[in-house]
């Protein structure tokens, strides 16, 4: 019976993380039908154009053959002093675990499918919090809607702020944390870790 019960509750939280595939793709629309060609929101004054050159020169650094010296400095930039890209955000939580994407697809696309996930892993990971704590399928959906679209992703998702959009990382991190209080466990304290440092490494802000 127990065992019954865990499966259809697993089955309705994979149903939950397709709603949001679905809801994302619904509301970034047309994004979906123009993922190799466009990123939404104006050129300028965003910065999509800035993270687009990011990824792939990260992409040309670790898979390219670039001289790994140049890696975080463009030499072309501000010339002939160069530049550290260091000193800018990097966003590496995006812009790192993009890179496979980036090689095969191109920073176009990998830029786009890094903000699309960001909005079902945002909304998936407030549905798995709120359901944690509240045990109510209904009041965490509706919460990991409110925050998974709410008016703050929407403004940086127009205005190119890759590294604003990384909230994702702050419901998985919040979960985990409150597991390894309540109940100490090194796995609980180390998936909290992991999700802090990708919330850190998202955007230093």
Known sequence: ???????????????????????????????????????????????????????????????????????LFNPNMFYPFGYNLALSETTLSNTMSALPLTALLGEVVAYNLVV??????????????????????????????CFAFCPYRLSHLGAGHLPLLGTQWLPFLLLYLDKAIVRPHLSAAAMAALFYALGALSSWY
């Open 1 to 71: 019976m127990w065992s019954t019960i865990r499966t259809r509750h697993r089955s309705i939280d994979w149903a939950v993380l397709g709603a949001f595939v679905i809801l994302s793709l619904v509301m970034t629309f047309p994004l979906a039908m123009e993922l190799s060609d466009h990123v939404l929101g104006a050129p300028l004054p965003g910065d999509s154009f800035y993270y687009l050159f990011l990824l792939r020169w990260l992409e040309r650094g670790f898979f390219g053959g670039t001289d790994w010296a140049h890696l």
């Open 116 to 145: 699309l996930l960001s909005f079902v892993l945002s909304g998936f990971g407030t549905y798995l919090l709120v359901l944690y704590h509240t045990r109510d399928r209904l009041a965490a959906l509706l919460s990991a809607l």
